[in-house]
């Protein structure tokens, strides 16, 4: 499967950014789709997953809960981040994540988010 980011870009602190990740593949009925992000001197980390085989659920880190919104959608194989009161903490390359099966991973290719006045 081949993941294609959108999105990313410089913010002011407090704005809104919207990040896009189309798959080759189907995303319906998958272990995960979602995002990582690594920022400058850090590991990689989670940001927000949704999980559809034994339900959905959508789990977020808690730097970015209730700033931060995962979606999907089915029918353009395309997942959604949707950023909010964006800080500069949240300055990093964004990463979206898709695994078919728990460990089957596939990662896109990355994309900056800058938060910065």
């Known amino acids: 499967v081949e993941l294609v980011e959108s999105g990313g870009g410089l913010v002011q602190p407090g704005g809104s950014l919207n990040l896009s990740c189309t798959a080759s593949?189907?995303?319906?009925?998958?272990?995960?789709i979602g995002w990582y992000r690594r920022a400058p001197g850090k590991e990689r980390e989670l940001v927000a997953q949704i999980r559809s085989l034994s339900g959905p659920t959508t789990k977020y880190a808690d730097a970015v809960a209730g700033r931060f919104f995962a979606s999907k959608d089915v029918a353009r194989n395309t997942a959604h981040l949707q950023m909010t009161n964006l800080n500069v903490e949240d300055t990093a390359v964004y990463y979206c994540h898709y695994a078919n099966l728990p460990g089957l991973n596939t990662w896109g290719q990355g994309i900056q988010v800058t938060v910065s006045s």
């Open positions: 593949e189907s995303i319906d009925k998958i272990y995960a």
